[in-house]
T-cell receptor, first 115, second 118 residues
Framework: DAGITQSPRHKVTETGTPVTLRCHQT?????MYWYRQDPGHGLRLIHY???????DKGEVSDGYSVSRSKTEDFLLTLESATSSQTSVYFC??????????????FGPGTRLTVL | AQKITQTQPGMFVQEKEAVTLDCTYD???????LFWYKQPSSGEMIFLIY??????QNATEGRYSLNFQKARKSANLVISASQLGDSAMYFC???????????????FGKGTLLTVNP
C-alpha cells in the first residue's frame, strides 16, 4: 500500500463548472502525477510535480491546471469542465531514488462525469 | 506511430496454465524502462514488474516474469500457474530515460483483457 488517497472517488458535474480533484499521500514522496484513462487510450499523463510549487505539463494538459502547496497534496483543477473531460483520473506517486528511475504507484482513481 | 503496442485485446487461459501477454515498444532512446500493471474490474492500477533497458537478466516477481528481447523490442509478460484472481486488464508501459521532461512520463499501451477459466 503506497498510502495514496484520492477525493472525491466519484463526481458528476455540469459543463462549465469548476472541478478540483485531490490526491493525498502519506509518505512525503517528491514526485506526483495525474493521469486520465479513457477507453482505447490506456492512461495519459496530464501534469506532474517534482516538488512543492514545482509542476510541469504532460501530453494532455489543455484544460487542466495543478497546484502543489504541500508535499502531501497534489490538486488537479478543471477550470471549466467539458464533456470531453469525462474520464477516470488517476494520481500516482513515484517511489525510488529519482524521478527518472522511480516506479509509479497509483491511487484508487476518481470517476468524473461531465454532463 | 504507437510507442507501446499490445496486439491482444483479449486472452483466455485455463486455471493453472501459463500465459504470455505480448508487448512491443518503439523508442530510439538507449535508456528506458518497461513496466506492467494489472487493473482488475475494481479499477485500481497495480504495479507488477519492471525491466530496465540495461538490465542483463529478465525480471521476475513471484509468478510474473518479463521476457525481455531487446533486439526485437518486446517485453512480454509471462504469468505462470494462472489463478482466477489473475483475470484483469493488463497494461504495458514505457518510460524513456534521457530526453528532458520525458523521463517522468509513462506511455501506456491499450491493454489486454485476460480471462482465467476454471
Amino acid at each position: 500500500d503506497a498510502g495514496i488517497t484520492q477525493s472525491p472517488r466519484h463526481k458528476v458535474t455540469e459543463t462549465g463548472t469548476p472541478v478540483t480533484l485531490r490526491c493525498h499521500q502519506t509518505e512525503n514522496h517528491r514526485y506526483m502525477y495525474w493521469y486520465r484513462q479513457d477507453p482505447g487510450h490506456g492512461l495519459r499523463l496530464i501534469h506532474y510535480s517534482y516538488g512543492v510549487k514545482d509542476t510541469d505539463k504532460g501530453e494532455v494538459s489543455d484544460g487542466y491546471s495543478v497546484s502543489r502547496s504541500k508535499t502531501e497534496d497534489f490538486l488537479l483543477t478543471l477550470e471549466s469542465a467539458t464533456s470531453s473531460q469525462t474520464s477516470v483520473y488517476f494520481c500516482a506517486i513515484g517511489i525510488g531514488t529519482s524521478g527518472s528511475t522511480d516506479t509509479q504507484y497509483f491511487g484508487p482513481g476518481t470517476r468524473l462525469t461531465v454532463l | 506511430a504507437q510507442k507501446i503496442t499490445q496486439t491482444q485485446p483479449g486472452m483466455f487461459v485455463q486455471e493453472k496454465e501459463a500465459v504470455t501477454l505480448d508487448c512491443t515498444y518503439d523508442t530510439s532512446d538507449p535508456s528506458y524502462g518497461l513496466f506492467w500493471y494489472k487493473q482488475p474490474s475494481s479499477g485500481e492500477m497495480i504495479f507488477l514488474i519492471y525491466q530496465g533497458s540495461y538490465d542483463q537478466q529478465n525480471a521476475t516477481e513471484g509468478r510474473y516474469s518479463l521476457n525481455f528481447q531487446k533486439a526485437r523490442k518486446s517485453a512480454n509478460l509471462v504469468i505462470s500457474a494462472s489463478q482466477l484472481g489473475d483475470s484483469a486488464m493488463y497494461f504495458c508501459a514505457m518510460r524513456e530515460g534521457s530526453r528532458s521532461g520525458s523521463n517522468y512520463k509513462l506511455t501506456f499501451g491499450k491493454g489486454t483483457l485476460l480471462t482465467v477459466n476454471p
